[in-house]
């Protein structure tokens, strides 16, 4: 079975500092996506990014990017220029399947436990 | 983008009745909902995924008949939570996915609070 393991349970970064957050997995498949929520107190999850294991290229949306490492089972997350408005827990989750089962109805995300970042003024 | 509801946001039920949340797709079709459910500073645990139409398929350790999940359209979903006791207080997310549309996207969430 797939597994998500986030090992910081807290972090905390200075406004306008650069901060990562760690997310390892577990899986027998080859091809899967991963993706970063964002949970901010309003507790609306909000997906931050996206990244398909068949690109080798890291995906980047603005601040955020990823460090994906295919072979090591790694999936951190850089946000850059940290804001005030970046304090949430953050969980990564996987998603097994493939691009040719994306759609499909059965296949679940599965998430880590969550890193709950503080943002310092 | 797309967008899903939730409602209610807050119940509170007094223990030994039951409470209805719906969840709703307001600008796609929801082939596949998910029911989760989150504790204060915990990860999202997924209860039950339901197909538009069919019966909803239960996570291994949640009561199916504790917890009915009808997701009779498209467009909503509701889950049930029968006869309720405090412990079942929590906060139950709900999220949907389209044909076609591979991204999930999840509702606001219900707090649900049985005393």
């Known amino acids: 079975a797939q597994t998500v393991t986030q090992s910081q349970p807290e972090m905390s970064v200075q406004e306008a500092e650069t901060v990562t957050l760690s997310c390892t997995y577990d899986?027998?498949?080859?091809?899967?996506?991963l993706f970063w929520y964002k949970q901010p107190p309003s507790r609306q999850m909000i997906l931050v990014i996206r990244q398909e294991a068949y690109k080798q290229q890291n995906a980047t949306e603005n601040r955020f990017s990823v460090n994906f490492q295919k072979a090591a089972k790694s999936f951190s997350l850089k946000i850059s220029d940290s804001q005030l408005g970046d304090a949430a827990m953050y969980f990564c989750?996987?998603?097994?399947?493939?691009?040719?089962?994306?759609?499909?109805?059965?296949?679940?995300?599965?998430f880590g436990t969550g890193t709950l970042l503080a943002v310092q003024p | 983008g797309a967008v899903v509801s939730q409602h209610p946001s807050r119940v509170i039920c007094k223990s030994g009745t039951s409470v209805k949340i719906e969840c709703r797709s307001l600008?796609?079709?929801?082939?596949?909902m998910f029911w989760y459910r989150q504790f204060p500073k915990k990860s999202l645990m997924l209860m039950a995924t339901?197909?538009?139409?069919?019966?909803?398929?239960?996570e291994q350790g949640v009561e199916k008949d504790k917890f009915l999940i009808n997701h009779a359209s498209l467009t909503l979903s509701t889950l049930t939570v029968t006869s309720a006791h405090p412990e079942d207080s929590s906060f139950y997310i709900c999220s949907a996915r389209g044909r076609g549309l591979g991204e999930q996207y999840f509702g606001p969430g219900t707090r649900l609070t049985v005393t």
């Open positions: 339901s197909n538009e139409g069919s019966k909803a398929t239960y």
């Open positions: 899986t027998s498949e080859s091809d899967y996506y």
């Open positions: 989750a996987y998603r097994g399947g493939g691009r040719m089962n994306y759609g499909g109805a059965t296949n679940k995300l599965i």
């Open positions: 600008d796609f079709q929801a082939t596949t």
